[in-house]
């Protein structure tokens, strides 16, 4: 079963523009994890937190826990047409991670 | 490039062959996964391997059946498959499994599968 829900389903904005992606989950977790797919490609681990951390910073992107809303937020900052692809987060907990329902983000020029 | 190979890219089979997938990582990870995903979807957990032992089935109907002959390598076994099993069949690793859940994982470019 699905753990986490994203919104939007999908985003579509301008280069240069920041892009912001909610994932919203439904149980306590370990860490929360984002991860980005590009269209016929496998997953790439993008940046993990851990549920004592409130917010981590990776060269243009951004993410927030809220673990008091079970709410996660992935901001990526001056967008390029390179960052388009879906983006999907990840709760972690156990032995195991449950992904959500991803948003797919296109970047135009 | 990835650090996990997957192979084949992509494979067409009737619902009464047998093939296999193979997964190969070389980054010492002792924890190893298959997921399945439909288009637009997240990936879903199928399998973990944790020490070349089998940790996790997530109750996968037996006509998949993964193996795992060492650390490095992750077999998927398919027979008697059908239509609504094709799907992109991802290969994923990490340091451990200690936590799966809490460590990166490393994916494939996986395989897409095709069931006639």
């Known amino acids: 079963s699905q753990q986490g829900e994203e919104d939007p389903q999908a985003l579509s904005i301008q280069e240069g523009e920041n892009a912001t992606m909610n994932c919203s989950y439904k149980t306590s977790i370990n860490n929360l994890q984002w991860y980005r797919q590009n269209s016929g490609r496998g997953l790439v681990h993008l940046i993990l937190i851990r549920s004592n951390e409130r917010e981590k910073h990776s060269g243009r992107l951004r993410v927030t826990l809220d673990t008091s809303k079970k709410s996660s937020s992935l901001l990526i900052t001056a967008s390029r047409a390179a960052d388009t692809a879906s983006y999907f987060c990840a709760t972690g907990g156990g032995n195991k991670l449950t992904f959500g329902t991803g948003t797919q983000l296109k970047v135009e020029l | 490039d990835t650090e996990v190979t997957q192979t084949p890219k992509h494979l067409v089979m009737g619902m009464t062959n047998k093939k296999s997938l193979k997964c190969e990582q070389h980054?010492?990870?002792?924890?190893m996964y298959w997921y399945k995903q439909k288009a637009k979807k997240p990936p879903e957990l199928m399998f973990v391997y944790s020490y070349e032992k089998l940790s996790i089935n997530e109750s996968v109907p037996s006509r998949f059946s993964p193996e795992c002959p060492n650390s490095s390598l992750l077999n998927l076994h398919l027979h008697a498959l059908q239509p609504e099993d094709s799907a992109l069949y991802l290969c994923?690793?990490?340091?451990?499994?200690?936590?799966?859940?809490?460590?990166?994982?490393?994916f494939g470019d996986g395989t897409r599968l095709s069931i006639l």
């Open positions: 994923a690793s990490s340091q451990d499994s200690g936590g799966g859940g809490n460590q990166p994982q490393h």
């Open positions: 980054m010492g990870h002792r924890a």
